[in-house]
């Protein structure tokens, strides 16, 4: 068994991503910026924006963190979104999901301009990507895909089981696994809280992408020897031996399936560092569109 470790693999993205900042730095061109607003005060969106933040740094680029209280309407959000989209020096604008339950998710992923969609969640990101033209991908599943890239993990002819539909990792994976480049090339099937059979369909996967939200879900006896296990499950599970009080389970029972696989992300550690560093990516590339 071999781990697809995330910490190197995002570190040897930003390392990357640090020079070439750097090089445009020594032309005279704007380091990348990205504006990311955070509403409320929810524990694990801190600490994801918190390691965003903390990533740009390293890397060199500017960051601006713009925190809104729990209550701010709609319009208030959208207000700040516009300013965002009018501000030349920014580059790449992220609003952190979850969203209050008052705020449409879906109208503020149609408010960020397209250009400065870092996240690849807006529509006309979304439909790019499916017809295979220059995109911003989602963060996630790019993160994998530069992760399965890293380790030169064939990919062709395989068979990818995706387990999870959302349209923030499931779906997208989906798309880029059966895209005509590497990595992609598989032949994919998608299964969902409405699957009969799933076992039987993940016994016949290469490659498994759990991305369902539930810890410890996948057991060893749903898993062929040999195959690819990525793990995108991040759960908060009450654990009293933790100073926080909780550990963090992903989607897959590791002990178990980790002696059956040639690949595997551990959690925490695998997709989790990648999903950031596939971020710092679609911001340098948002700026350097710009030039
Ligand atoms: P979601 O709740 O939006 O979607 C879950 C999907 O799983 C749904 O499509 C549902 O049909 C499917 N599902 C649920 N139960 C199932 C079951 N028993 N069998 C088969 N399918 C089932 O979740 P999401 O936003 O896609 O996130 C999934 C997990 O990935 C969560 O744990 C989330 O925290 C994590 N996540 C991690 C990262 C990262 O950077 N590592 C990023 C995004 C999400």
């Excluded at 697809?4 to 910026?33: F, T």
């Excluded at 409320?40 to 500017?62: D, L, P, Q, R, W």
């Excluded at 604008?93 to 690849?120: N, R």
């Excluded at 997208?172 to 039987?200: A, D, F, Q, R, W």
């Amino acid at each position: 068994m071999n781990l697809l470790d995330g910490k190197i693999v995002s570190q040897a993205v930003k390392d990357r991503l640090k020079i070439q900042n750097e090089e445009r730095l020594i032309q005279g061109k704007k380091a990348p910026h990205l504006a990311a607003i955070l509403i409320g005060n929810n524990g694990a969106s801190e600490t994801y924006i918190g390691s965003k933040v903390k990533s740009c740094a390293e890397v060199g680029f500017k960051s601006t963190l713009i925190r809104l209280d729990e209550s701010v309407t709609e319009n208030e959000l959208h207000f700040k979104i516009n300013e965002l989209n009018n501000d030349f020096d920014v580059d790449g604008i992220l609003v952190q999901l979850p969203l209050p339950k008052h705020i449409s998710e879906e109208k503020v992923i149609e408010a960020i301009f397209p250009t400065k969609d870092v996240d690849g969640f807006h529509p006309e990101s979304v439909g790019r990507m499916v017809q295979g033209l220059p995109a911003f991908y989602p963060a996630t599943p790019y993160g994998i895909l530069l992760m399965l890239g890293h380790y030169n993990i064939e990919t062709k002819g395989k068979h990818a089981v995706v387990i999870g539909r959302s349209n923030i990792v499931g779906r997208p994976i989906s798309i880029m696994l059966n895209k005509n480049e590497y990595p992609g090339n598989c032949t994919v099937t998608v299964c969902h809280s409405h699957t009969p059979n799933l076992k039987e369909i993940c016994l016949q996967a290469d490659i498994i992408v759990a991305a369902l939200g539930r810890p410890e879900f996948l057991k060893s006896d749903m898993v062929k020897e040999g195959a690819v296990v990525i793990d995108v499950g991040i759960t908060r599970v009450p654990d009293s031996s933790k100073k926080s009080g909780f550990s963090i389970k992903g989607d897959v029972d590791f002990d178990q399936v980790a002696p059956k696989c040639s690949y595997i992300t551990p959690v925490p550690g695998g997709v989790g560092p990648m999903t950031i560093a596939a971020l710092l990516m679609n911001t340098f590339k948002a700026c350097v569109a710009k030039d």
